[in-house]
């Protein structure tokens, strides 16, 4: 039984900093990878899990071991883009090298995230974590930040959000509108933690290679915009009649109410389109089979929530049954949303099973 002995870099530092090719196999491709990442960048970890995965081999080798090295390399793009590339990359290595189990060396807890890719094709044998040993010194510890801050992956991730939100704060207590200022930090905030939530970047990427998809894409914008326009004049239409500037509350509750079958109408377009491009490039349409029953529960719920919301604050005259009717309409649709979404997974279950069972 042979071991390989495997190094992962999530973020290809190999690949974008030394122009290493990957996957990288054998102790002296390995040798000479470490090699150039460290004289391009010597603070960078992977060379040194690079070497301590290298060490592990001979250990393994002069203990007697059948055993092979091979280091696997993803993207700077880390998520599932990244890791598809990693599963690539793993199978190609088990397929040359015949191993049947791993010993996995990392640098950190980042490349610890593709472990369930590996323990799907290789038994783990052992993990080794390399940490890097550093001084605690402050010097030091400022060093670190400022070098954290010079990685382009760091800076996708936090710098420049932070960065957006301090501007856009700074620009409207120029202004002399504070009140502006922190809704739309609060807006850049909900954006960010939107987009890394749905992967919003990698989907774009694959979108890309979807031509309706891509066109109803950019209607679902329009839509969206013309939905976030038309709130705005409607807010400012109730700030005139009632003669006194609308509170933080009811302004929240008329966006939301406002703006959410606007959403709710662009996200169902957008899936049309992935349901066109899944027909005309033979894939399966199904697995967006409860999607929408999840966006019209959201577009039942929250203008009648809104609106009872704006009834108990005095900002609405009154509320009716069919508000409370809408709310158990939206519920009846996530319900049938999450029956639909649990019958799709069984199916594909069930597909992947005999599939499973043809092959053995």
């Not at 980042?110 to 890719?117: F, N």
């Not at 930040?145 to 704060?169: G, H, S, T």
């Not at 929250?302 to 009834?311: E, N, R, T, V």
Request: glycine share 8%; net charge neutral; charged share 20%.
């Amino acid at each position: 039984m042979k071991v390989l002995v495997l190094s992962v870099d999530r973020d290809n530092d190999f690949g974008r900093k030394a122009g290493v090719a990957s996957p990288i196999i054998g102790k002296e491709n390995n040798i000479n990878a470490a090699v150039a990442l460290g004289t391009k960048d010597p603070e960078d970890s992977d060379s040194n899990a690079v070497l301590a995965a290298i060490s592990a081999y001979d250990q393994l080798v002069a203990a007697g071991q059948d055993a092979e090295i091979a280091t696997i390399c993803g993207d700077l793009n880390v998520g599932i883009f990244s890791d598809s590339i990693l599963s690539k990359q793993l199978e190609s290595v088990v397929a040359a090298t015949g191993a049947t189990s791993a010993v996995l060396v990392t640098d950190g807890g980042e490349d610890e995230y593709i472990l369930p890719i590996i323990q799907s094709r290789l038994k783990i044998d052992s993990i080794k974590k390399i940490t890097m040993k550093q001084t605690q010194s402050i010097q030091d510890a400022f060093y670190i930040f400022r070098k954290m801050l010079d990685d382009e992956k760091i800076q996708r991730k936090f710098v420049i959000p932070i960065a957006l939100v301090l501007v856009v704060w700074g620009i409207a207590a120029l202004l002399g509108q504070p009140n502006i200022g922190l809704g739309a930090v609060v807006l850049v905030i909900g954006a960010y933690l939107f987009e890394k939530s749905l992967h919003f970047s990698e989907r774009m990427k694959k979108m890309s290679h979807e031509k309706v998809t891509l066109a109803v894409f950019l209607i679902a914008i329009g839509l969206v915009t013309v939905g976030a326009i038309t709130t705005y004049l409607s807010m400012m239409e109730i700030q005139t009649a009632q003669g006194y500037q609308i509170t933080r509350i009811q302004a929240v509750a008329l966006l939301a109410g406002g703006m959410t079958w606007w959403i709710v109408s662009a996200v169902l377009s957008i899936l049309m389109g992935r349901i066109i491009d899944d027909l005309i490039m033979e894939r399966n349409p199904l697995r967006h089979a409860s999607a929408p029953f999840t966006a019209m529960m959201f577009g039942f719920i929250i203008p009648s929530i809104s609106k009872i919301i704006l009834y108990f604050i005095g900002a609405s005259e009154k509320i009716g049954i069919s508000d409370f009717f809408w709310i158990a309409a939206g519920l009846a649709f996530g319900i049938i949303g999450a029956s639909v979404n649990r019958f799709v997974a069984k199916k594909d279950r069930l597909e992947a099973e005999k599939k499973e069972r043809n092959a053995q």
